[in-house]
Nanobody
Framework: QVHLVESGGGSVQAGGSLRLSCATS?????????MAWFRQAPEKEREGVAA????????YYADSVKGRFTISLDNAKNTLYLQMNGLKPDDTAMYYC????????????????WGQGTQVTVSS
């Protein structure tokens, strides 16, 4: 059984930081799969935030978060992280962890496994 469980969300003021975690179990965590973070704000489509290919360590970021967010893996703990610095009100969304073998890293439809999400709220 595949499980992805996010944690670490919360409410912060603009300019603050949060670190999201995604604990994985089962086949979802494999060097053959991409691991990614997506987010979805109310009345908006789900969008890719960052992704990593564990086998190579190559990372991908949305332009809107480059230089502020960092995606990383702890292989020993089977955990994916998203360090978010310099948070802005526009970063407010539900954040989801995902795993799969996508054609396009930022395309949510290409991912197979999903967590339930963790809410991030940034106030101005």
């Amino acid at each position: 059984q595949v499980h992805l469980v996010e944690s670490g969300g919360g409410s912060v003021q603009a300019g603050g930081s949060l670190r999201l975690s995604c604990a994985t179990s089962g086949y979802a965590y494999s060097s053959l799969y991409y691991m990614a973070w997506f987010r979805q704000a109310p009345e908006k489509e789900r969008e890719g935030v960052a992704a990593v290919y564990p086998r190579s360590g190559i990372t991908y970021y949305a332009d809107s978060v480059k230089g502020r967010f960092t995606i990383s893996l702890d292989n020993a703990k089977n955990t994916l992280y998203l360090q978010m610095n310099g948070l802005k009100p526009d970063d407010t969304a539900m954040y989801y962890c995902a795993s799969g073998w996508p054609n396009t890293w930022y395309e949510p439809g290409d991912f197979t496994y999903w967590g339930q999400g963790t809410q991030v709220t940034v106030s101005s």
